[in-house]
């Protein structure tokens, strides 16, 4: 192990995710309630980033692929979204405010996909093993609760809450640090080529193999929406205390973490490497499925709260494996373009659509007293997640 480097990569990979993580589990509260916003303002500003996943992640790959090195692309994009969010946590009214958030959308998007690329290349310059990859992803895991947890921590020593919201100032400040650390990352300079980039990214959609993984971590993407949108509420009607549902929630995460540090070395020896990528991204796409179906069965609570794991699992084994996968089969000239199509269809326009998917089961099921019913509603993803294994298991051979 290059220590240096992989002190580098961890760190860019925790500064990364913190920054989504500082804001995305809490922003709708400070909406909702001291900014008095309503239900619909508050889920178009959350699909700022679903939509510019469609669009950012393209330009900055061909940015990267061809014009300008990827850490000063990075850094770029981090130090104008942190002063964005400087303006942004100062709006008080929706136009405002959502405009600024489609801004910051814009730059932070495509530097989830192009962290991947970085990395990866990085780790074949250096003749580093893919099992190392989980061991620099996973501080990227890190960076989410501890900038959560570091969110709370503040909260607790303010007597009065402020007239700004501090999730996007603390956004704010890790995102310029950030941009800081990027403009001493590794040079990764663009690879020179006739071609554009993102037309030849898309040109992979015509190799089978690789239609068939798009297509799936697609439909996959669409359903995890059912965990993320109305998973906090399952959980307080079956008996977790409101002020606990975010700790139990976490157990995803820690989940998560086990995967990258354990799980994933684990697999990279003991499979097959002949159909080594079918059977890591095949222990993914099943992981969906198991979780739900326990989600519809609804008991015992232990049980549904031991079944949150299955989503660090999938996670690990779907999402992270499918990057590494993409880089793996993606020409050298467009490793960028490559991660920002597949960031384009899952972040994008899967999150997008499932998230309208799911507040139209939500609403279907809602009895008029303004229950859910939990269990049809879960049945839904479980239905289209086994369906989605069954396909992989049958059609994708890596």
Excluded at 3 to 32: D, E, K, R
Aim: proline letters at 5%; glycine letters at 10%.
């Amino acid at each position: 192990m290059d220590w240096t480097l992989y002190i580098q990569l961890s760190a860019m990979m925790f500064l990364q995710y913190a920054i989504w993580g500082a804001w995305a589990p809490v922003l709708g509260a400070h909406l909702l309630g001291p900014l008095k916003m309503s239900g619909k303002q508050t889920g178009w500003i959350y699909a700022a980033l679903p939509m510019a996943c469609m669009i950012s992640p393209f330009i900055g790959g061909q940015m990267a692929d061809r014009w300008i090195s990827t850490q000063w692309v990075l850094a770029a994009s981090h130090l104008a979204g942190g002063v964005v969010l400087l303006f942004a946590a100062r709006q008080r009214k929706f136009p405002g405010l959502f405009a600024l958030m489609c801004v910051y959308s814009f730059l932070y998007s495509s530097t989830v996909s192009l962290t991947n690329s970085l990395m990866f290349v990085q780790m074949k310059g250096h003749q580093l093993s893919d099992m190392q990859a989980g061991l620099m992803r996973v501080w990227g895991t890190i960076g989410w609760i501890v900038a959560g947890l570091g969110l709370v921590l503040w909260r607790r020593t303010r007597k009065e809450p402020g007239r700004s919201s501090d999730c996007l100032n603390l956004t704010a400040v890790i995102s310029l640090v950030m941009g800081t650390l990027c403009l001493f990352l590794p040079n990764t300079p663009p690879t020179p080529g006739g071609e554009t980039a993102f037309l030849k990214a898309l040109k992979m959609l015509g190799e089978p193999q690789f239609l068939i993984f798009v297509i799936i971590s697609f439909v996959v993407t669409t359903e995890l929406q059912f965990y993320y949108v109305p998973t906090a509420a399952f959980l307080e009607d079956l008996g977790v205390k409101t002020k606990n549902v975010s700790g139990v929630m976490t157990i995803a995460q820690f989940a998560e973490i086990i995967g990258m540090v354990v799980l994933w070395p684990w697999a990279f020896s003991a499979l097959p490497k002949e159909s080594l990528w079918r059977w890591v991204l095949a222990i993914g796409v099943i992981a969906w499925p198991m979780r739900y179906i326990v989600f519809a069965i609804m008991r015992p609570l232990r049980l549904v709260m031991g079944s949150l794991a299955f989503h660090g699992i999938g996670y690990t084994f779907f999402f992270f494996a499918g990057q590494k996968y993409v880089d793996t089969v993606a020409p050298d000239d467009i490793k960028a373009s490559a991660q920002a199509l597949i960031f384009g269809v899952t972040l994008g326009l899967g999150n997008f659509i499932g998230t309208q998917f799911t507040g139209v089961i939500l609403d279907h099921f809602k009895t008029p007293e303004g229950k859910f019913r939990w269990r049809p509603i879960f049945l839904i993803p479980c239905a289209l997640t086994i369906a989605c294994a069954i396909a992989f298991l049958l059609f994708f051979r890596g």
